[in-house]
Each structure stands twice: as C-alpha cells, then as structure tokens.
C-alpha cells in the first residue's frame, strides 16, 4: 500500500459511521450537497422581489398589559441600557462589545483576521484558527438581543431603543449582502436571525431600515429554501430551526407570492415529519442534549404561533411529542433555579429569548409550552411570568406537585426523586450519532446543589485539547475500562464507534431506588438512591480486564467531602493543558473543579465504592 493511502479497514469504518449518522435518505441529501458546493450550483443572490409587499398581521403580538405586571422595569431597562451602551450577552452569559461596524461583523472578537464579505456562503469555512471561533461571530447575529431592546421599548415607549436597532441592523446589512460571507453560511443561524427580525419589524419603528428589513427576511427565504437538503440531512436542531423559518417567513410571505407560500408548506410538512423523528415518546431528544431539545421546543413554539395566526396548528400526533419533550424536561428540573442537568453537548443556545430568566433556567420554555397547548404545570414548578406575556398565553392549569419517585425511560435514561437527592442515569443505545462518549454518565443534586456534574462544551473550535475536548469518555463520570473506550472519534463531530449501554434492572420501594445499568465495555453500575444520599457500585465484569477507573467531576460550587470512596481516590485539580477537572455551564465558559480519579484493585476485588452523602445543616451526614 502506498505512503498516505487510507486502509481498506478505515474505508469501511467511515462509510459505516456515515451510514450510521446520516442513513440512506440523509447521505444522499449530504452528497448532493456537497456535489451543490462543488460545482456552486446554489443561489448566488436573492430572485424574489417583495419589496412594497403589504406586512401581514403578526403572529408574535405580546400581550403588553401582561408584560408590565411581569417585568420588573429597572432590569428590564439596565439590560436595554446595556445594549444602548454597545453590548449584547453573548450565549446569555458574557455581556461582550456589539460589532461596531460593519467590519466588526464579520471579525471574530480579538482576532485581526475577518472572515470574507464577499465569498459565497458556500465557501466559508467553518474551522478556521486563524480567524477564531466562528460561533463568536454568529453569535450577535443572532439578534438575540433585540428582545431586550424590544421589551424596553414596549415599557417605555423611548425611541432610543429602536433607534439602536435601526443603526445597528443597517451596519449588519452592509457588512453581509445575501448569500455572501459567515452570516449567510448556516441556515440554522438565517433562520434564527429572521425570526427576531420578525420580532422587530412588529414591535420596534423601522424609520430608514423598513426596506432592509423586508428584503433580508425574503432573502431569508429563499436562502433556506434553495440548500434545507443539508440541514435534513443532519438529523438535529438545524433542520428543525430551518423548518420553522420557512413557516414563519412562508406566513410573512405567502399573500404575497406563490414561492413563499411554497416556504410555509414546506415547512410545515418537515416540522410534522422532523418531531416524530426527533423526539421519542419518552421525551429524549435525538442530540441527547437538553440544551438541545430546548431549543427545539423553543422552535415549536414559534412555529406553532405562525400556525395559528393563519388559521392552521401543528398535529396532535406532533404536539404529543413536543408535551413528551417538556414532560421530560419538567421531571428532571429543579424547582427553585429551574435548571436540569447539563447533559450533553451545551453551545450556548438561547433561540428564542422572551425572558429575562438566566440561561439555565428552564421553565421559560416549559410555561410557554404549557400556555400554547393548555399543558398542567405541577404546582412546585413556578411558572416564567413574562414567557407568558410574550406569546399571548394564558396562566396554565396548576397540576398536583412532583413527586418523589423513579421514571425510567425506554431510550436509556432514568431519574430518581428522594427527598433532598436528584439522581439522573443515562444508559442507552444510540440510533443517532452521539454528541458525548457518556454511558453511564450519572449526575447528582442534593438539596438543589449540583455535586456531580457532566462537563458541557466549552467550545467546538480552538487549540487541543480545547476543540470539542469535553465530548470524550474520560471527563464523564462513567467507569472507564482501559483499551476497551466505549466510542472511537471519527472527523470533526463523527464517531466511528457509538457507546452503548442499558438500564438492566430498576425498582422503587416508595423510599428508595434502585438502578442498575451495564456497558458494553464490560462494567455494570448500580445505583441506590434515598433521602440520606446515593451509593454508586461500580464492578468489573471481565476478570481479564484488570486496568480500570471511575472518574467524578465535582460541580465547582459542590461540597468534596460529601463524596466518598473505596478505594480512595485522588483528587486532581484543572489544569489548562488538560480538558480533566472543568465545568462548563455555558458555551465559552470552563470553570476549574476538581475531579476525582478511583482505580479499580482489579480481578481479585472488581468493585468500587462511592457514597454521595447528603448535607444536614450544613455538615456532613454519617456514612
């Protein structure tokens, strides 16, 4: 075989992983595609044009009398203020400098290499370090803070607000002509832009931007119309994102031309289609994220709105897996921060911002959910105010409090209530393409304070081991065998071997519970859970194996004494040339921890111990 020739072996390997990531219908989409970019057969500039088009009604109109009862007006206009004062928060996290010319739009912060106005969207590349995270360029062209703007200008009635719209859209629109540079790139991040433009152009004065507003949202359009077979092809968010933006720009559209009308049909069609595939009638969402499936539900709601305000709605069999995703979200939330745990990949997103509710809090999302589809919320969930005023939503029904208790769902998850001790187990066999090596990944709350904690993201791109480096096994708190790694990283987020696991054995005795979950590497987990705190055995179930360890990554704000084993372990504090020890609760973010290394003593004793115990004013509880 000649120098640099790939093995017959790895041909293989990759065309399995394909198959496996994309299917049939999905790598052909992918291949025309890539055949499309190839030969630059898209679209090279906009051919529909609606200027003068008469605006239809809104389908976003917010309940304004609503809003000011929710929203305290000092927060609301402190964050206005900070975006009237050039800033924005980026993942909804770090509040960072708006681009402040059109140059700065298509620069990544601190990098002095921009990324090209002019090449065709086709052409930007994605992956480039010499020019820094493209995220971080997308990010305020999400527009995600012209909901700050909008909800100050909506209390105050302060022409600033829209003025600041109206100068800063005018600097975006100049620095990205249709189809052309970073912005055009995604059609995830086209569609979430047209939605807040749409947001905008029906709440905020558009005195010299109308125009402009108007033309980028129809070339919004046509942009996701002409390349959606990638998206499809990719079997997550993107496809749902860019679905619910053909109906929301097909509703904006269609009384005016038959192509766009075309947009809503189409959109509509894929949502129904893509919510079946997506979402399992147990609630996991196919990225195995719940930053994800947020998102996705954010998507929904939107969509759902666009629906109605022309006299249509998505299907019950569709709004049954939209309430299976909330459902899911709602039993693993915590009651008083609202957060879940952060599993799986976590990039920052916040789609649709119509709360001023930090990042981690989910029940904006589940109250919006709720008041579209007159869903129960359970009475120890409180309900996002001000997510209600946005989408026009009445209060829902109040359902009884959660209670204590195991749920274990047919995908390969289970959480556990006991008093004080949250439990949440991830056991499953992937008929998606993985996003974490993670099996038997296990976090744990007690009293509503994370102690152990899956990792998050940090960022996709940047030096090793910082590109995507918290995606792999040895960060998660999963028993690791060595030689035997439950997955095998293909190129960029591909993998040519998925993790696989199952939840074996479960029970609940009205006080404590019991799970028991194996991995195809050859380990078996067992978890005990009640009031007191959690056990975790941990046992090796091959004799040959003897090398082999349990990691445990401690929430920074956690409490190392509540967690103990045998054998002890050794505890190893964040390094910055290592991606062991960090926590990352939002995209962009890592926070030193510590994390703790157990060996296992190997055939003569497989076992290994640990016990999470549950704080008692504010000591330690016996062990």
Not at 47 to 58: A, H
Not at 203 to 230: C, F, K, M, W
Not at 270 to 284: A, S, Y
Not at 532 to 560: F, I, N, Q
Request: proline share 8%; charged share 20%; aromatic share 8%.
């Amino acid at each position: 075989m000649r120098a640099g020739m790939i093995p017959p072996r790895r041909w293989a390997g990759s065309a399995l992983t394909l198959f496996r990531t994309f299917g049939v219908l999905g790598g052909s989409r992918r291949a025309v595609h890539e055949l499309r970019k190839a030969t630059g057969r898209f679209k090279t500039e906009p051919q529909l044009d609606l200027s003068g088009s008469t605006t239809p009604p809104s389908p976003f109109v917010i309940d304004e009398e609503a809003l000011r009862t929710a929203v305290d007006l000092s927060a609301a206009k402190a964050r206005a203020g900070r975006v009237l004062s050039g800033e924005f928060q980026a993942y909804r996290r770090h509040w960072r400098p708006l681009p402040n010319s059109p140059e700065d739009w298509v620069r990544c912060p601190g990098s002095s290499t921009p990324w090209s106005a002019d090449a065709p969207w086709w052409r930007v590349p994605h992956l480039d370090s010499s020019r820094g995270d493209i995220k971080d360029v997308w990010e305020p062209a999400r527009f995600g803070w012209v909901f700050d703007l909008i909800r100050a200008y909506l209390l105050t009635g302060d022409d600033r607000y829209a003025a600041t719209f109206q100068r800063r859209f005018h600097d975006w629109h100049t620095s990205s002509p249709p189809y052309r540079g970073p912005h055009w790139s995604c059609g995830q991040e086209v569609a979430i832009r047209a939605i807040a433009l749409l947001y905008a152009e029906a709440h905020l004065p558009l005195d010299g931007v109308a125009n402009e507003v108007q033309a980028t949202l129809a070339a919004s359009g046509e942009r996701i119309a002409d390349a959606i077979g990638y998206a499809l092809s990719q079997r997550n968010n993107h496809a749902i994102s860019e679905a619910v933006g053909l109906v929301a720009l097909g509703c904006r559209f269609g009384n005016a031309s038959a192509e766009a009308s075309g947009w809503l049909d189409q959109g509509h069609r894929l949502l129904e289609r893509l919510l079946v595939e997506q979402f399992e009638l147990d609630g996991w969402y196919i990225q195995h994220s719940f930053t994800y499936s947020r998102l996705a539900l954010d998507q929904c709601v939107v969509a759902e709105r666009c629906l109605r305000s022309i006299g249509g709605r998505l299907s019950e069999t569709a709004v049954t897996r939209v309430w299976a995703g909330a459902d899911l979200l709602t039993t693993i939330l915590e009651c008083e921060s609202g957060i879940v745990p952060n599993h799986g990949p976590n990039d920052g997103a916040f789609v649709h911002p119509i709360t001023m509710a930090p990042y981690r809090d989910f029940r904006p999302v589940i109250s919006a959910v709720s008041a579209l589809w007159r869903r129960p919320i359970p009475s120890d969930v409180a309900v996002d105010a001000e997510a209600l005023a946005w989408v026009d939503g009445e209060q829902p029904t109040v359902a009884a409090a959660r209670r204590d208790g195991l749920r274990v769902g047919p995908s390969g998850w289970a959480f556990v209530r006991t008093g004080p001790v949250e439990v949440f187990v991830r056991a499953g066999r992937y008929m998606s393409r993985p996003g974490h090596l993670d099996p038997l990944q296990i976090d744990v709350r007690c009293g509503g304070q994370e102690v152990l904690v899956d990792p998050g993201t940090f960022a996709y791109s940047g030096q090793p081991p910082w590109n995507n480096g918290l995606a792999s096994h040895e960060v998660h708190n999963g028993p690791q065998v060595s030689g035997r790694p439950p997955g095998i990283k293909g190129p960029r987020f591909l993998w040519y071997r998925w993790p696989s696991a199952d939840i074996v054995e479960s029970s609940w005795d009205g006080e404590r519970a019991v799970v028991v979950a194996e991995a195809d590497t050859g380990v078996r987990r067992t978890i005990v859970a009640e009031a007191a705190g959690v056990d975790v055995h941990d046992e090796l179930l091959d004799p040959g194996a003897t090398d082999w360890r349990v990691y445990w990554l401690l929430h920074p704000d956690s409490d190392a004494t509540m967690v103990t084993t045998r054998p002890g372990p050794q505890p190893r504090e964040a390094a910055d040339d290592e991606a062991l020890g960090w926590f990352s609760p939002n995209y962009g973010e890592r926070v030193p921890s510590i994390l703790l290394k157990v060996e296992g003593p190997g055939a003569g004793d497989p076992h290994i111990l640990t016990t999470i115990r549950a704080l008692t004013d504010g000591h330690s509880a016996e062990t």
